[in-house]
């Protein structure tokens, strides 16, 4: 019997499934972050303690896995992967692949051969992959190298919109009841001042807040999420001009929780009229599956085609702990 291992590191968690050949899940395990550009030797370990998480609960070994494929926060330019190689290395599989892991979510959430993904989770990344094999890589590193956005960013958007109409800049807004509550403060005063006096960051939560004001009429959270609509249209308009995919037939993945779970169209109207623009024959779907599910098929398919009972498998996996 062989067996295939697909991991997912990211930001905040890694997550590792082991199927045998016939498709069916046999383990799984599930660590912290596995993005070494937060923390390299935190990565390692995560990576390290999913994988072997995974292969214990199959009850195999290394030597019995045909083929596994890494898909990772962070494997973005060839420096990255100049750490990623031996680290992965280290885990000692026959056969291997690392990816970025926009590439495992677009594998999970099209079953074309090409296409597009955009990424909005903690942060924001962008991805595509042509008819002839060409990829690219659009974001996914910081504000000040062009990206917008991702809860991170949409968190210190909230913030800073009700700082600025508690200071008289923008009118009043639904986010300040919202904010106060979620942070504990009686007033934005109080928080303003707590917030300087001890260098404190606007927590990811806040991010959420947006789609609740922005779902009851308030226009300031509109506009936020409009503009990261927007903004990721941009990231998908860039890969489809530049693979030259404008007349293909094609998928563009949204994945990430800000594009899956988030409440409303405003962001995802805004990605549906750049795509339609850019490529009228690309259909806009979200994501419906656990990303790992795409890292686990693209180990099978680095050994041959993907049996029909793995993809039946795990095709509505949705929820990692559900699986």
């Known amino acids: 019997m062989k067996y295939y291992l697909g991991v997912d590191g990211g930001g905040s968690k890694t997550y590792a499934l082991v199927a045998d050949e016939r498709g069916q899940v046999v383990g799984k395990g599930k660590s912290g972050n596995g993005n070494h550009q937060i923390d390299r030797e935190v990565a390692r370990r995560s ?22 494929c890494f898909g990772l926060a962070g494997a973005d330019r060839e420096a990255d992967f100049r750490i990623l190689r031996p680290m992965i290395a280290e885990l000692d599989f026959a056969k291997h692949e690392i990816h970025c892991d926009t590439i495992i979510a677009m594998r999970a959430g099209t079953s074309r051969p090409h296409g597009v993904v ?65 942070t504990g403060y009686a007033t934005v005063e109080e928080m303003f ?13 806040l991010a959420k807040l947006l789609f609740e004001a922005a779902e009851g009429g308030d226009a300031a959270a509109q506009a936020i999420l409009r503009k990261q609509g927007d903004e990721l249209g ?63 098929w693209l180990a099978f398919e680095a050994d041959g085609p993907l049996p029909e009972a793995a993809r039946e498998t795990l095709k509505d996996a949705a929820e990692f702990e559900a699986i």
């Open 47 to 68: 990576i390290r303690e999913a994988t072997e998480m995974a292969l214990a609960a199959a009850g195999i070994s290394r030597e019995q896995v045909a083929s596994a």
């Open 118 to 182: 955009l990424i909005c989770g903690s942060g924001t990344n962008g991805a595509g992959l042509s008819p002839a094999g060409e990829s690219l890589q659009v974001g996914g590193f910081t504000y000040m190298t062009g990206d917008f956005g991702g809860g991170m960013a949409l968190a210190v958007e909230a913030f800073r919109t009700v700082v600025r109409a508690w200071d008289g800049r923008e009118a009043e807004t639904a986010l300040t009841p919202l904010v106060l509550a979620e």
């Open 193 to 205: 001042h707590d917030y300087l006096d001890r260098d404190l960051q606007p927590p990811l939560h």
């Open 234 to 296: 941009r990231q998908a308009t860039a890969i489809i001009r530049r693979l030259g995919m404008a007349d293909e037939t094609f998928d563009v993945v949204m994945a990430g929780s800000i594009l899956t779970r988030g409440k409303g169209d405003f962001v995802h109207a805004e990605i549906r009229k750049a795509v339609a623009a850019a490529a009228p024959n690309a259909s806009v779907v979200k994501l419906a599956v656990e990303p790992v599910v795409g890292a686990l």
